[in-house]
């Protein structure tokens, strides 16, 4: 795919959910480090990337947080009402984009709670996802010796890592295929925990492309407190 192509890339941005876990009175997109929302630091992440073209974020019907913009670091940024379910919010986020953006375009989707993205990470994920007609998966090997638990919490077994990566955003796939897959498992009831795994559902393989493992999914208060002191190092 020409560079040029490569360039007019939009991203959506679920971030229709309430971060139960996190136990805060506000949902954790909307929690303040080193000066800004964490929502807001991943949005400037994604919108000083010279090939994302533009931003889609899927917020909550009832959201009175969202601060209304339109534009950020001179990229459009537009919003769509999301879902109970991630898969929801994406698919409506998808629904939103430019008429203009071809069914066989790639576009990118990002957790709103990862704060910490690399634009080296970004053009890793783009290049590969040029290349790869089944998409792209931003995603880490796994280095840690994986214990399975019994019911009483004791081990159970010692799992074998070879082979095993924890899935990252941004993901990638064509607006089309992408589209296709989400609507394919919200026919069958499928509850999905990401784009790949509904790409996989339809049979394609996504390929996986190695990205920082600090690209980490703020869900406790102490990933609060780790990302500011990442973002305090990495403006």
Known sequence: M???????????????GQGARMGASVPKQYLEIAGHSVLLHT???L????????????LARDDARWPGLEHLEGKPVRTAVGGDERADSVLAGLRALPAVIAAEQPVLVHDAARPLLRAADI???LDAGADCADG?????????TLKRADADGHI?????RAGLWRALTPQLAPRGVLERALLDAAAAGVLLTDEAMALE???LRPIL???????LKITTPADLAYAGFWLARHP
């Open 209 to 215: 492309v190695e990205g920082h493992e600090d690209n």
């Open 136 to 144: 792209a998966v931003l995603a880490a090997p796994v280095r840690d």
């Open 201 to 203: 559902r339809i049979g």
């Open 2 to 16: 020409p560079a040029a192509e490569r360039a007019a890339c939009w991203c959506v941005v679920p971030a229709a």
């Open 156 to 160: 159970a077994a010692t799992e074998p």
């Open 43 to 45: 949005l400037m992440r």
């Open 123 to 125: 053009d890793r994920l």
């Open 47 to 58: 919108a000083r990337h010279p090939r994302i073209a533009g931003l889609v974020v899927a």
